[in-house]
């Protein structure tokens, strides 16, 4: 069992940037792909980035360029930075690892962001 607790988020104007974090805990064997999500109200969930043990990370199109994932393997972390954030970036995001039809989210954080 992989538990995960996002920390960051909040309220930012148009062009703004935020931060957010997820600390994963509980599991015996190494974190394998690490992943935020997003889901705006009316919408289902979407992959925002992606970052493999090795680095390899993987962006949605409409975020490319201006955010960021990154993680620590020690540390059992994973975060994404969010630079010139748009009213359409506001969700709930959402940290995600797992393997195959194991799948642990977190609890979720919000990001709001106002124009």
């Known amino acids: 069992q992989v538990q995960l607790v996002e920390s960051g988020g909040g309220s930012v104007q148009a062009g703004g940037s935020l931060s957010l974090s997820c600390a994963a805990s509980?599991?015996?064997?190494?974190?394998?792909?690490m992943a935020w999500y997003r889901q705006a109200p009316g919408k289902q969930r979407e992959l925002v980035a992606s970052i493999t043990r090795g680095a390899r990370t993987n962006y949605a199109d409409s975020v490319k360029g201006r955010f960021s994932i990154s993680r620590d393997n020690v540390k059992n972390m994973v975060y994404l930075q969010m630079t010139s954030l748009k009213p359409e970036d506001t969700a709930v995001y959402y940290c995600?690892?797992?393997?195959?039809?194991?799948?642990?989210w977190g609890q979720g954080t919000q990001v709001t962001v106002s124009s």
């Open positions: 995600n690892t797992g393997w195959g039809s194991a799948q642990y």
């Open positions: 509980g599991s015996t064997l190494p974190i394998p792909t």
